[in-house]
């Protein structure tokens, strides 16, 4: 008896000790940089699947299943999360929400009015795209290797040398960003259909011209002035995203005669997607 109680206590404490966090995030981008810290002590899950907006995505019953299963939410401040973050919690009483946008600074997003001149809509609305900025995924960074510690101190310095190590990648990427736009000259305009890329323009001197008009179609005497200020500035190419219709953005590119080049924050690939941005943007200004 005392035998069969002794491996069951065995049993007990060898599979809690090699026990996987379960680790669910909002979106593609988020699985790379918990994965680059987490490594093998975690399982990670998406909700916002591919090809699909933050804005409006709801989660497949498969998904809500991975969520009863959870430990931990990483939310990052995307629009999705409003919504759904208060039923995965009373779904899963369990769950332990951590924001690791925490201690990021947010500043306006960007839109456009008639006249072609960027400014804060009536309501205020943060930008939520603070993984475009190499610099600001370093918080990032050090706010996830901090929820996985809390939740899992004994491998705290295995997530403390992966965070170590995912800096100096980080650092890396940024020094090969700015590389690549060495002779990229000051406030240089790229065009975009949503706003999305404005902490990138931040970073490295860029200026990003949104199509979108309060997160809305422009009609055609805005989009007149949108085409104005476009040629003004001399915009070389259009961003568009593969989660939002490029119509308006092929129209443009028509009566600019430019290129429409897909590409989405969003995207599986974050650090070489960046790279590939910033190479689009080099390239169209010479």
Known sequence: MKKTLLLLLITFASTSAFAKLNVVVSIQPQLEFVNKIGGDKINTSLMVLPGNSPHTYEPKPSQMKAISKADLYLSIGVEFENV??????????????HNISKDIKR????GHNHKGHHHQTKKMIL???????PIKVQQIAHNIAESLISLDANNSHYYQANLNNYLKELKQLDLEIRNILKDTPKKTTFMV???????FAQQYGLHQLAIEVEGKTPKPKQLIGIIKEAKEKQVKAIFTQPEFSDQVAQTISKELSIQVIKTSPLSKN???NLKKLAKSIALGSK
């Open 270 to 272: 974050w650090s070489e």
């Open 193 to 199: 259909f949503h706003p999305a890329w404005g902490y």
């Open 84 to 97: 759904w973050l208060e039923k995965f919690t009373n779904q899963n009483r369990n769950l332990i929400v």
């Open 107 to 110: 500043t306006a997003m960007q």
């Open 127 to 133: 930008d939520p795209h603070i993984w475009v900025n």
